[in-house]
Protein backbone atom coordinates (compact mmCIF):
# COMPACT_ATOMS: atom_id res chain seq x y z
CA UNK A 1 0.00 0.00 0.00
CA UNK A 2 1.18 3.79 -0.74
CA UNK A 3 0.37 6.76 1.11
CA UNK A 4 0.59 9.67 -1.11
CA UNK A 5 0.96 12.87 1.13
CA UNK A 6 -0.23 16.47 0.34
CA UNK A 7 2.59 18.48 -0.96
CA UNK A 8 2.54 20.83 1.99
CA UNK A 9 2.33 18.08 4.60
CA UNK A 10 4.45 18.99 7.67
CA UNK A 11 6.61 16.56 9.78
CA UNK A 12 4.13 16.27 12.21
CA UNK A 13 1.55 15.08 9.82
CA UNK A 14 3.54 12.73 8.16
CA UNK A 15 5.37 11.00 11.54
CA UNK A 16 1.25 10.86 12.44
CA UNK A 17 0.65 8.88 9.43
CA UNK A 18 3.60 6.54 10.23
CA UNK A 19 2.14 6.12 13.39
CA UNK A 20 -0.69 4.97 12.66
CA UNK A 21 0.75 2.95 10.40
CA UNK A 22 2.55 0.79 12.59
CA UNK A 23 0.15 0.62 14.89
CA UNK A 24 -1.85 -1.33 12.22
CA UNK A 25 1.34 -3.45 11.71
CA UNK A 26 2.55 -2.34 8.21
CA UNK A 27 6.24 -1.90 8.06
CA UNK A 28 6.62 1.63 6.74
CA UNK A 29 9.29 2.68 4.34
CA UNK A 30 9.64 6.91 3.36
CA UNK A 31 10.49 8.40 0.14
CA UNK A 32 10.71 11.70 -0.32
CA UNK A 33 10.43 13.23 -4.09
CA UNK A 34 10.56 16.73 -5.17
CA UNK A 35 6.70 17.45 -4.21
CA UNK A 36 5.40 14.56 -2.11
CA UNK A 37 6.72 12.25 0.60
CA UNK A 38 5.34 8.71 -0.11
CA UNK A 39 4.89 6.44 2.75
CA UNK A 40 5.25 2.48 1.39
CA UNK A 41 2.91 0.37 4.08
CA UNK A 42 4.43 -3.06 3.63
CA UNK A 43 2.52 -6.23 4.81
CA UNK A 44 -0.33 -8.82 3.33
CA UNK A 45 -3.51 -7.55 4.80
CA UNK A 46 -5.80 -7.98 1.95
CA UNK A 47 -9.29 -6.89 4.20
CA UNK A 48 -7.32 -3.81 5.14
CA UNK A 49 -9.90 -0.35 4.87
CA UNK A 50 -7.53 2.24 3.03
CA UNK A 51 -10.09 4.60 4.62
CA UNK A 52 -8.46 4.61 7.94
CA UNK A 53 -5.28 6.25 6.47
CA UNK A 54 -7.32 7.99 3.86
CA UNK A 55 -9.01 10.38 6.50
CA UNK A 56 -5.76 11.37 8.34
CA UNK A 57 -4.73 15.04 7.99
CA UNK A 58 -1.87 15.51 5.31
CA UNK A 59 -3.20 12.32 3.22
CA UNK A 60 -3.62 12.80 -0.17
CA UNK A 61 -4.44 9.70 -1.45
CA UNK A 62 -4.05 6.06 -0.61
CA UNK A 63 -3.68 3.10 -3.12
CA UNK A 64 -2.69 -0.39 -3.30
CA UNK A 65 0.49 -1.65 -4.93
CA UNK A 66 -0.46 -4.71 -7.20
CA UNK A 67 3.10 -5.83 -7.92
CA UNK A 68 4.84 -8.42 -5.56
CA UNK A 69 8.42 -6.30 -5.39
CA UNK A 70 6.30 -3.24 -3.65
CA UNK A 71 9.82 -1.15 -2.96
CA UNK A 72 11.74 -1.47 -6.20
CA UNK A 73 8.36 -1.18 -8.20
CA UNK A 74 7.70 2.66 -9.74
CA UNK A 75 4.26 2.61 -8.03
CA UNK A 76 5.80 2.96 -5.04
CA UNK A 77 8.94 5.54 -5.85
CA UNK A 78 7.95 6.58 -9.62
CA UNK A 79 11.19 8.95 -10.64
CA UNK A 80 14.24 7.21 -11.17
CA UNK A 81 16.70 6.60 -8.23
CA UNK A 82 20.28 7.52 -8.15
CA UNK A 83 22.23 4.90 -5.89
CA UNK A 84 25.80 7.26 -4.69
CA UNK A 85 29.27 4.33 -4.94
CA UNK A 86 31.49 7.10 -2.89
CA UNK A 87 30.75 9.50 -5.16
CA UNK A 88 30.12 7.41 -8.21
CA UNK A 89 26.57 7.85 -9.36
CA UNK A 90 24.79 5.48 -11.11
CA UNK A 91 21.09 5.90 -12.92
CA UNK A 92 21.62 9.72 -14.37
CA UNK A 93 23.04 11.00 -17.46
CA UNK A 94 26.74 9.74 -16.96
CA UNK A 95 26.83 6.13 -18.08
CA UNK A 96 29.04 4.05 -15.69
CA UNK A 97 31.91 1.40 -16.22
CA UNK A 98 33.44 -0.68 -14.30
CA UNK A 99 36.22 -2.65 -15.62
CA UNK A 100 39.16 -5.36 -14.56
CA UNK A 101 40.03 -9.05 -14.40
CA UNK A 102 37.87 -11.95 -13.48
CA UNK A 103 39.99 -13.08 -10.43
CA UNK A 104 42.87 -10.98 -9.02
CA UNK A 105 45.75 -13.23 -9.66
CA UNK A 106 48.83 -10.73 -8.79
CA UNK A 107 49.75 -7.69 -7.70
CA UNK A 108 50.98 -7.00 -11.15
CA UNK A 109 48.07 -8.26 -12.85
CA UNK A 110 45.99 -6.11 -11.25
CA UNK A 111 47.87 -2.56 -11.01
CA UNK A 112 48.71 -3.26 -14.90
CA UNK A 113 44.40 -3.45 -15.08
CA UNK A 114 42.99 -0.59 -12.87
CA UNK A 115 46.14 1.94 -14.84
CA UNK A 116 45.01 1.13 -18.38
CA UNK A 117 40.66 1.12 -17.36
CA UNK A 118 41.09 4.39 -14.76
CA UNK A 119 43.24 5.86 -18.36
CA UNK A 120 40.19 4.60 -20.28
CA UNK A 121 37.36 6.01 -18.53
CA UNK A 122 36.40 3.19 -16.02
CA UNK A 123 35.45 4.28 -12.49
CA UNK A 124 35.24 1.20 -10.95
CA UNK A 125 37.39 -1.31 -10.84
CA UNK A 126 35.70 -4.88 -10.96
CA UNK A 127 37.58 -8.05 -9.83
CA UNK A 128 36.88 -11.42 -8.00
CA UNK A 129 39.17 -12.33 -4.47
CA UNK A 130 36.10 -15.27 -3.78
CA UNK A 131 34.91 -16.96 -6.61
CA UNK A 132 32.37 -19.38 -6.99
CA UNK A 133 33.30 -21.91 -9.80
CA UNK A 134 31.45 -24.73 -11.13
CA UNK A 135 34.42 -26.89 -10.59
CA UNK A 136 35.87 -27.48 -6.95
CA UNK A 137 38.98 -28.00 -8.14
CA UNK A 138 39.34 -24.49 -10.32
CA UNK A 139 40.95 -21.51 -8.94
CA UNK A 140 38.80 -20.19 -6.33
CA UNK A 141 40.44 -16.40 -5.83
CA UNK A 142 42.99 -14.98 -3.32
CA UNK A 143 41.08 -14.09 -0.75
CA UNK A 144 41.67 -11.68 1.72
CA UNK A 145 44.82 -11.24 0.00
CA UNK A 146 43.34 -10.75 -3.26
CA UNK A 147 40.94 -7.67 -2.12
CA UNK A 148 44.26 -5.95 -0.29
CA UNK A 149 46.01 -5.84 -3.71
CA UNK A 150 42.43 -4.43 -5.69
CA UNK A 151 41.73 -1.77 -3.22
CA UNK A 152 45.33 -0.89 -3.34
CA UNK A 153 45.82 -0.66 -7.25
CA UNK A 154 42.03 1.10 -7.08
CA UNK A 155 43.12 3.83 -5.09
CA UNK A 156 46.40 4.49 -7.06
CA UNK A 157 44.69 5.00 -9.70
CA UNK A 158 41.39 7.28 -8.46
CA UNK A 159 38.95 4.15 -8.49
CA UNK A 160 36.15 2.52 -6.64
CA UNK A 161 36.31 -1.62 -5.71
CA UNK A 162 33.09 -4.10 -6.39
CA UNK A 163 33.47 -7.69 -5.36
CA UNK A 164 31.42 -10.58 -5.04
CA UNK A 165 30.38 -11.88 -1.62
CA UNK A 166 29.32 -15.43 -1.45
CA UNK A 167 28.50 -16.12 2.05
CA UNK A 168 27.04 -14.26 4.77
CA UNK A 169 30.63 -14.54 6.94
CA UNK A 170 32.16 -12.77 3.95
CA UNK A 171 30.78 -9.64 4.47
CA UNK A 172 32.95 -8.07 7.05
CA UNK A 173 36.45 -8.44 4.88
CA UNK A 174 34.86 -8.08 1.49
CA UNK A 175 33.21 -4.23 2.66
CA UNK A 176 36.47 -3.38 4.39
CA UNK A 177 37.93 -3.39 1.07
CA UNK A 178 35.16 -2.60 -1.30
CA UNK A 179 32.94 0.35 -2.46
CA UNK A 180 30.25 -2.17 -3.73
CA UNK A 181 29.13 -5.92 -3.04
CA UNK A 182 28.33 -7.36 -5.73
CA UNK A 183 25.95 -10.39 -5.41
CA UNK A 184 26.38 -13.51 -8.45
CA UNK A 185 24.17 -14.93 -10.26
CA UNK A 186 24.32 -18.37 -8.55
CA UNK A 187 23.31 -16.25 -5.44
CA UNK A 188 20.49 -14.00 -6.13
CA UNK A 189 18.29 -16.33 -4.63
CA UNK A 190 20.11 -16.97 -1.80
CA UNK A 191 17.80 -14.96 0.49
CA UNK A 192 19.89 -15.05 3.62
CA UNK A 193 22.84 -13.42 2.07
CA UNK A 194 20.25 -10.82 0.49
CA UNK A 195 19.04 -9.83 3.86
CA UNK A 196 22.58 -9.64 5.55
CA UNK A 197 23.87 -7.71 2.49
CA UNK A 198 20.57 -5.22 2.84
CA UNK A 199 21.79 -4.49 6.82
CA UNK A 200 25.38 -3.05 5.41
CA UNK A 201 23.53 -0.36 4.11
CA UNK A 202 26.25 -0.60 1.58
CA UNK A 203 25.64 -0.26 -1.95
CA UNK A 204 25.30 -3.90 -4.30
CA UNK A 205 25.23 -5.08 -7.44
CA UNK A 206 22.52 -7.51 -8.05
CA UNK A 207 23.29 -9.56 -11.15
CA UNK A 208 20.44 -11.26 -12.54
CA UNK A 209 20.48 -15.47 -11.97
CA UNK A 210 20.93 -17.36 -15.15
CA UNK A 211 17.17 -19.15 -15.02
CA UNK A 212 15.30 -16.22 -13.50
CA UNK A 213 12.89 -13.82 -15.17
CA UNK A 214 12.47 -10.68 -14.05
CA UNK A 215 9.66 -11.15 -11.68
CA UNK A 216 11.82 -13.00 -9.53
CA UNK A 217 14.97 -10.91 -10.56
CA UNK A 218 13.15 -7.51 -8.89
CA UNK A 219 11.93 -9.60 -5.82
CA UNK A 220 15.12 -10.60 -4.86
CA UNK A 221 15.88 -6.73 -5.02
CA UNK A 222 12.94 -6.43 -2.38
CA UNK A 223 14.84 -8.59 -0.07
CA UNK A 224 17.73 -6.22 -0.26
CA UNK A 225 15.49 -2.61 -0.18
CA UNK A 226 13.13 -4.45 2.69
CA UNK A 227 16.05 -4.17 4.92
CA UNK A 228 15.74 -0.07 4.55
CA UNK A 229 19.14 -0.66 2.24
CA UNK A 230 17.89 1.79 -0.99
CA UNK A 231 21.58 0.95 -2.86
CA UNK A 232 20.83 -1.06 -5.19
CA UNK A 233 22.17 -1.40 -8.88
CA UNK A 234 20.82 -4.29 -11.06
CA UNK A 235 23.26 -6.08 -13.47
CA UNK A 236 21.57 -8.17 -16.71
CA UNK A 237 24.43 -10.26 -17.40
CA UNK A 238 22.96 -13.04 -19.76
CA UNK A 239 20.72 -15.79 -19.31
CA UNK A 240 20.49 -19.43 -19.83
CA UNK A 241 18.50 -20.40 -22.95
CA UNK A 242 18.31 -23.29 -25.78
CA UNK A 243 21.36 -21.49 -27.79
CA UNK A 244 24.60 -22.78 -27.65
CA UNK A 245 26.65 -20.21 -30.15
CA UNK A 246 27.01 -18.37 -26.80
CA UNK A 247 27.98 -18.82 -23.42
CA UNK A 248 24.65 -17.36 -22.71
CA UNK A 249 21.93 -14.83 -24.36
CA UNK A 250 22.78 -11.36 -23.13
CA UNK A 251 18.66 -10.24 -22.38
CA UNK A 252 19.27 -6.80 -23.67
CA UNK A 253 15.24 -6.54 -23.59
CA UNK A 254 15.17 -6.99 -19.57
CA UNK A 255 17.12 -2.85 -19.80
CA UNK A 256 13.80 -1.39 -21.28
CA UNK A 257 11.41 -3.69 -19.54
CA UNK A 258 12.85 -2.82 -16.34
CA UNK A 259 13.10 0.70 -16.51
CA UNK A 260 9.71 0.80 -16.97
CA UNK A 261 8.91 -1.31 -13.92
CA UNK A 262 11.56 -0.18 -11.68
CA UNK A 263 13.18 2.77 -9.78
CA UNK A 264 16.57 0.76 -9.72
CA UNK A 265 19.45 1.97 -12.37
CA UNK A 266 20.55 -1.47 -14.48
CA UNK A 267 23.62 -1.92 -15.98
CA UNK A 268 25.20 -4.70 -18.39
CA UNK A 269 27.56 -7.20 -18.24
CA UNK A 270 28.32 -8.42 -21.95
CA UNK A 271 31.46 -10.31 -20.79
CA UNK A 272 29.10 -12.75 -19.37
CA UNK A 273 26.42 -12.13 -21.58
CA UNK A 274 28.22 -13.79 -25.24
CA UNK A 275 31.31 -15.36 -23.33
CA UNK A 276 33.09 -15.13 -26.35
CA UNK A 277 35.74 -11.79 -26.98
CA UNK A 278 34.78 -10.62 -30.48
CA UNK A 279 31.18 -10.53 -29.62
CA UNK A 280 31.43 -8.44 -25.78
CA UNK A 281 32.13 -4.78 -27.89
CA UNK A 282 29.54 -4.76 -30.61
CA UNK A 283 26.81 -6.19 -27.49
CA UNK A 284 28.41 -3.32 -25.20
CA UNK A 285 27.57 -1.14 -27.76
CA UNK A 286 23.75 -2.38 -27.51
CA UNK A 287 23.80 -2.16 -23.60
CA UNK A 288 24.12 1.53 -24.28
CA UNK A 289 21.68 2.33 -26.84
CA UNK A 290 18.98 0.13 -24.58
CA UNK A 291 19.47 2.41 -21.71
CA UNK A 292 21.90 0.69 -19.85
CA UNK A 293 23.12 2.86 -16.82
CA UNK A 294 26.65 1.40 -16.80
CA UNK A 295 28.55 -1.48 -17.90
CA UNK A 296 30.81 -4.53 -16.26
CA UNK A 297 33.37 -5.76 -18.57
CA UNK A 298 36.27 -8.02 -18.23
CA UNK A 299 39.57 -6.75 -19.32
CA UNK A 300 43.26 -8.84 -18.74
CA UNK A 301 46.79 -7.75 -19.18
CA UNK A 302 47.33 -11.44 -20.88
CA UNK A 303 43.63 -13.29 -21.40
CA UNK A 304 45.38 -16.29 -22.62
CA UNK A 305 46.85 -16.68 -19.23
CA UNK A 306 43.87 -15.73 -17.18
CA UNK A 307 43.33 -18.20 -14.50
CA UNK A 308 39.41 -17.65 -15.06
CA UNK A 309 37.15 -16.64 -17.72
CA UNK A 310 40.11 -15.86 -20.17
CA UNK A 311 38.01 -16.52 -23.54
CA UNK A 312 35.38 -13.46 -22.99
CA UNK A 313 38.40 -11.17 -21.19
CA UNK A 314 39.41 -8.10 -23.62
CA UNK A 315 42.74 -7.21 -23.89
CA UNK A 316 43.77 -3.84 -22.56
CA UNK A 317 44.16 -2.17 -26.15
CA UNK A 318 40.78 -4.00 -27.13
CA UNK A 319 39.13 -2.16 -24.15
CA UNK A 320 40.11 1.48 -24.80
CA UNK A 321 38.77 0.54 -28.19
CA UNK A 322 35.62 -0.51 -26.70
CA UNK A 323 35.84 2.64 -24.57
CA UNK A 324 36.01 4.99 -27.62
CA UNK A 325 32.59 2.98 -29.42
CA UNK A 326 30.17 3.33 -26.70
CA UNK A 327 30.88 6.83 -26.08
CA UNK A 328 30.14 7.79 -29.19
CA UNK A 329 26.67 5.31 -28.20
CA UNK A 330 26.20 7.34 -25.36
CA UNK A 331 26.68 10.32 -27.49
CA UNK A 332 24.17 9.43 -29.54
CA UNK A 333 21.14 8.55 -26.99
CA UNK A 334 21.76 11.47 -24.87
CA UNK A 335 24.42 10.47 -22.67
CA UNK A 336 27.88 10.62 -21.30
CA UNK A 337 30.81 8.50 -20.40
CA UNK A 338 33.87 10.53 -19.15
CA UNK A 339 37.10 10.29 -20.35
CA UNK A 340 39.71 8.55 -17.62
CA UNK A 341 42.61 10.11 -15.38
CA UNK A 342 46.23 9.72 -16.98
CA UNK A 343 48.27 9.64 -13.87
CA UNK A 344 48.41 7.68 -10.47
CA UNK A 345 47.00 9.60 -7.49
Known sequence: MVVVMERGADEPQIEAVIERLDAYGFGVHRSTGAEHTVLGAIGVKPDFDVRHIKVLEGVKDVFRISSPYKLASREWHPDRSLVDVDGVTFGGDEIVVMAGPCSVESEEQIEAAA?????AGAKILRGGAFKPRTSPYAFQGLGEEGLRMMRAAAD???????????????IPVVAKYAHTLQVGAR??????????????KMPVLLKRGMSATINEWLQSAEYILAEDNPNVILCERGIRTFETATR???????????KKQSHLPIIADPSHGVGLRDKVT????????????????????????????????????????????????????????????????
Not at 287 to 302: C, K, Y
Open 187 to 200: NMQNFPLLQEIGKT
Open 282 to 345: PMARASVAAGADGLMIETHPNPPEALSDGPQSLYLDEFDDLMEQVRRVAEAVGRTIPTGALAAV
Open 248 to 258: NTLDLSAIPVV
Open 156 to 170: RYGLKVVTEVMRPRQ
Open 115 to 119: ERVAR
